[in-house]
């Protein structure tokens, strides 16, 4: 286990990050070829961080940050983290709809915008405004402000929220302690520069940018994943060593992009997280790529990020797992009484270590549901093998009945999925009058296939009764590329 922190107050996170900086660190922004330098980081985020304390906020304020896939959206979030505040990361189309509400749901005292013309609100509000990147027109601050392990760094909206979401409390301790947890397991060298599509607002997105700035390494910003070719041949033309998905972002890169003509010689590591991927699209990226190794992981917001990973010494023997905790947490199967299972079991994923937040933002109710004792019960049911790796078995919300009997969403979206001629599936349920509840599929087939309803029919079990196979053009997604499982009913 190992690895505990000292209470001091000097542990704030982005100055950590300051320190760590190698003379080759750089954030390039891809698409304009920009690229500032390690000294460059340095003078931006601590730009930032006076500009906002001479704005009159004091450490331990909220500061609402709009992000874009791009380096300026980092520097402002560590620059508010270095002057001891805390950042509220929203992602930047999200601004006019819902940042009004979300600073005054936090109180925020200042709002970071890329561009001008963003948060017309801010002035109405009476808040102050601050627009792109720190230059040095304003006073760096030298001396970063002192924070305490338990102090709060940052709070993190969840994944896949509708509407104003719910913020996760990470301290700096918090992001120290996963952060090191994820260099361990990927094995970071000091020369990493990570190609990253995934906003800075979502907390896989964060973590990128976290462990590879920690090891000394760069962060390339691509935002033209519409476009998967434009970001693989940025890869090649960076030098990326690492790029992180969710398994649409794979099953794009798979089905719609030219992945097996370009060459990207210098990538080693493929990181996915977000839900479970396909095995056979697992199998068919080592295929297509086979000198990069792949990492499947399992994580959430409530623990900073990640929680367990699948090293890929172990890909072939455990592929379908989630692979082991990360070496400081601790993973356990539980009962509905909170009782821990035994391998092989199923039960609710609890989950206890330095990286697990103390709960949600002004919400004590649905924090005292999911937090207990430094436990986070991660709502996710899996089992433990004899080995310790963990399996995860879908969603506790992911379940129905057909005829009395339990029927995993995520098992029937596996299974759907290795079907031949499915590019991408989603499962809900919908109601049957005589099986009670029945499956509704939604599948978008690969280019060219044929009889695709006919062959899912045939694939599935007959005691999932299966009203509706519908073929779509796309699934609906979240903005972190997530299927938005609660749209689907809408499409029936």
Same mark, same amino acid.
């Given at each position: 286990?190992?690895?505990?922190?000292?209470?001091?107050?000097?542990?704030?996170?982005?100055?950590?990050?300051?320190?760590?900086?190698?003379?080759?660190?750089?954030?390039?922004?891809?698409?304009?070829?920009?690229?500032?330098?390690?000294?460059?980081?340095?003078?931006?985020?601590?730009?930032?961080?006076?500009?906002?304390?001479?704005?009159?906020?004091?450490?331990?304020?909220?500061?609402?940050?709009?992000?874009?896939?791009?380096?300026?959206?980092?520097?402002?979030?560590?620059?508010?983290?270095?002057?001891?505040?805390?950042?509220?990361?929203?992602?930047?189309?999200?601004?006019?709809?819902?940042?009004?509400?979300?600073?005054?749901?936090?109180?925020?005292?200042?709002?970071?915008?890329?561009?001008?013309?963003?948060?017309?609100?801010?002035?109405?509000?009476?808040?102050?405004?601050?627009?792109?990147?720190?230059?040095?027109?304003?006073?760096?601050?030298?001396?970063?402000?002192?924070?305490?392990?338990?102090?709060?760094?940052?709070?993190?909206?969840?994944?896949?929220?509708?509407?104003?979401?719910?913020?996760?409390?990470?301290?700096?301790?918090?992001?120290?302690?996963?952060?090191?947890?994820?260099?361990?397991?990927?094995?970071? &060298?000091?020369?990493?520069? @990570?190609?990253?599509?995934?906003?800075? !607002?979502?907390?896989? #997105?964060? %973590?990128? +940018?976290? /462990?590879?700035?920690?090891?000394?390494?760069?962060?390339?910003?691509?935002?033209?994943?519409?476009?998967?070719?434009?970001?693989?041949?940025?890869?090649?033309?960076? &030098?990326?060593?690492?790029? @992180?998905?969710?398994?649409?972002?794979? !099953?794009?890169?798979? #089905?719609? %992009?030219? +992945?097996? /003509?370009?060459?990207?010689?210098?990538?080693?590591?493929?990181?996915?997280?977000?839900?479970?991927?396909?095995?056979?699209?697992?199998?068919?990226?080592?295929?297509?790529?086979?000198?990069?190794?792949?990492?499947?992981?399992?994580?959430?917001?409530?623990?900073?990020?990640?929680?367990?990973?699948? /090293?890929?010494?172990?890909?072939?023997?455990?592929?379908?797992?989630?692979?082991?905790?990360?070496?400081?947490?601790?993973?356990?199967?539980?009962?509905?009484?909170?009782?821990?299972?035994?391998?092989?079991?199923?039960?609710?994923?609890?989950?206890?270590?330095?990286?697990?937040?103390?709960?949600?933002?002004?919400?004590?109710?649905?924090?005292?549901?999911?937090?207990?004792?430094?436990?986070?019960?991660?709502?996710?049911?899996?089992?433990?093998?004899?080995?310790?790796?963990?399996?995860?078995?879908?969603?506790?919300?992911?379940?129905?009945?057909?005829?009395?009997?339990?029927?995993?969403?995520?098992?029937?979206?596996?299974?759907?999925?290795?079907?031949?001629?499915?590019?991408?599936?989603?499962?809900?349920?919908?109601?049957?009058?005589?099986?009670?509840?029945?499956?509704?599929?939604?599948?978008?087939?690969?280019?060219?296939?044929?009889?695709?309803?006919?062959?899912?029919?045939?694939?599935?079990?007959?005691?999932?009764?299966?009203?509706?196979?519908?073929?779509?053009?796309?699934?609906?997604?979240?903005?972190?590329?997530?299927?938005?499982?609660?749209?689907?009913?809408?499409?029936?």
């Amino acid at each position: 286990m190992g690895h505990k922190m000292s209470g001091s107050s000097d542990l704030n996170f982005a100055d950590r990050v300051l320190r760590r900086l190698s003379p080759n660190s750089q954030l390039v922004d891809a698409p304009s070829g920009q690229a500032i330098s390690a000294a460059e980081i340095r003078d931006s985020v601590t730009s930032a961080a006076a500009a906002f304390l001479s704005a009159g906020l004091q450490a331990g304020e909220p500061v609402l940050i709009s992000c874009g896939l791009n380096p300026a959206s980092t520097l402002a979030y560590l620059g508010a983290m270095y002057a001891g505040l805390v950042p509220v990361p929203l992602e930047d189309r999200s601004i006019e709809t819902i940042g009004e509400s979300l600073a005054s749901k936090t109180r925020s005292k200042a709002v970071w915008t890329e561009k001008a013309g963003q948060c017309t609100w801010a002035k109405q509000a009476g808040l102050p405004h601050f627009v792109g990147r720190f230059e040095s027109r304003y006073n760096c601050l030298r001396v970063p402000a002192g924070r305490a392990e338990t102090d709060l760094a940052a709070l993190m909206p969840t994944s896949g929220s509708t509407g104003v979401p719910r913020l996760v409390r990470v301290t700096h301790g918090n992001l120290l302690a996963n952060t090191e947890a994820i260099v361990r397991s990927q094995v970071l &060298g000091a020369d990493e520069r @990570a190609m990253l599509i995934l906003p800075l !607002n979502y907390c896989f #997105g964060a %973590s990128v +940018i976290h /462990s590879h700035l920690y090891q000394g390494g760069s962060v390339v910003f691509d935002p033209r994943f519409m476009f998967p070719d434009k970001v693989l041949r940025a890869i090649d033309t960076y &030098g990326c060593t690492t790029f @992180a998905g969710v398994p649409t972002v794979y !099953n794009i890169l798979i #089905g719609r %992009s030219s +992945i097996r /003509s370009i060459s990207m010689p210098g990538l080693r590591r493929f990181l996915q997280a977000g839900g479970p991927l396909a095995s056979k699209s697992i199998q068919t990226m080592r295929e297509i790529v086979p000198h990069a190794e792949f990492f499947t992981m399992y994580g959430q917001t409530e623990a900073t990020s990640r929680i367990s990973c699948l /090293s890929p010494a172990r890909l072939t023997e455990k592929l379908g797992s989630a692979g082991l905790a990360l070496d400081n947490l601790i993973l356990r199967i539980a009962d509905e009484a909170g009782e821990e299972l035994p391998e092989g079991q199923i039960g609710e994923v609890w989950v206890k270590g330095p990286s697990i937040c103390d709960g949600y933002f002004e919400d004590r109710e649905e924090t005292e549901r999911k937090f207990s004792d430094g436990w986070l019960k991660t709502g996710d049911l899996g089992a433990l093998d004899q080995d310790g790796y963990l399996w995860i078995k879908g969603r506790k919300g992911d379940f129905m009945k057909i005829r009395g009997i339990r029927v995993s969403l995520a098992e029937v979206e596996a299974k759907v999925a290795a079907t031949p001629g499915v590019y991408e599936c989603a499962a809900a349920s919908i109601p049957h009058p005589e099986a009670g509840e029945a499956l509704a599929l939604f599948i978008v087939p690969e280019k060219g296939a044929n009889d695709v309803p006919e062959r899912v029919r045939r694939a599935i079990p007959p005691q999932w009764t299966c009203s509706a196979v519908n073929l779509v053009a796309d699934l609906p997604k979240t903005a972190n590329g997530k299927i938005a499982r609660y749209l689907l009913k809408t499409m029936v």
